[in-house]
């Protein structure tokens, strides 16, 4: 990666359709409202269905092995990030300011 900018990235998961449109909601508030960071990478389980449209706020897709014990996937979260620095965003938070200042 060439730039800082594109080591870093934020994270969040989605299990369910639910948490995958929560997931977009997310995504794009971060694409309106970030100007330092807004790679966003989505980590999905294998069950749930992103459609092109949502997919569009990503730049990039994991999907893993739907788990019965959802803990045991989110301890493993950090192996799915494409980036050398990585913010964990829970699916169902929105991003309404700027927070760069969060990447120093």
Do not use: C
């Not at 989505?42 to 893993?64: C, P």
């Not at 799915?80 to 169902?92: K, L, R």
């Amino acid at each position: 990666m060439s730039s800082l900018n594109n080591q870093r990235g934020y994270l969040t998961m989605a299990v369910g359709q639910q948490y995958i449109q929560n997931a977009t909601m997310l995504a794009a508030s971060i694409k309106r409202t970030q100007t330092f960071v807004n790679n966003v990478t989505l980590v999905k389980d294998d069950r749930s269905v992103i459609n092109d449209k949502q997919a569009e706020y990503f730049d990039n897709i994991v999907t893993i092995p739907w788990r019965e014990e959802i803990w045991q996937t989110r301890s493993e979260l950090w192996y799915h990030s494409p980036y050398e620095q990585t913010m964990f965003v829970e699916a169902d938070m929105l991003l309404t300011n700027n927070v760069s200042d969060w990447w120093y």
